[in-house]
């Protein structure tokens, strides 16, 4: 998954753009499915720029996904807009549309079948809900959490900061 952080102005086309570049670049999609992937991204950021009244919003912020699944990459448009867009981009996959999922959060999200650039090649679409990736080797243990001293020393500085006393130098 590929995200931005955007401030809601004209130049979030081109930043949401940009990124679809590069994920179709990465995850090795046909120029077909590029263009369309920034044709969908391209209405579903200005459906986000566009108050109700056609006017740009001032500093709304929006959030932009690319999503990988299979056999579709996820475009997706979060905003503070509280109203239904005005429409939804149409798409290889037929797949789209709009919800609350929170007060005073609106979501976009239309999906585009992936087409390869080789036939052979095969995406790398993630099968479930990611995980972290477990440690490796032996974990340390804290080395603060050993020392008696000083955390008696870090207790006693905090109690004193409670009291709004200066701290007294014990030992140095």
């Known amino acids: ?3 931005l952080e955007l401030v809601a102005v004209p130049s979030a086309i081109t930043c949401a753009r940009l990124l679809v570049g590069y994920a179709a670049h990465k995850w090795q ?33 929006l959030a932009f996904r690319l999503r990988l699944v ?25 797949d789209g549309g709009y919800d609350f999922p ?20 095969a995406l790398n679409a993630p099968a479930g809900i990611p995980r972290r990736e477990r440690l490796q080797g032996p974990v340390c243990a804290s080395v603060a959490l050993q020392d008696q001293q000083l955390l008696q020393r870090v207790l006693n500085g905090l109690r004193t900061l409670d009291s709004n006393e200066e701290p007294s130098s014990s030992g140095s």
Request: charged share 25%.
């Open 1 to 3: 998954m590929y995200e």
């Open 29 to 61: 999609l046909a120029r077909s499915c590029e263009k369309e992937l920034g044709d969908v991204a391209d209405a579903l950021v200005q459906q986000a720029i566009l108050a109700e009244s056609g006017e740009p919003e001032v500093l709304n912020y």
């Open 70 to 94: 299979p056999r579709a990459v996820v475009v997706e448009v979060w905003d503070s807009h509280t109203e239904a867009p005005r429409s939804l981009p149409a798409s290889t996959a037929d």
């Open 102 to 121: 929170g007060r005073g959060r609106r979501v976009m999200w239309c999906a585009v079948r992936t087409t390869l650039m080789q036939e052979g090649s």
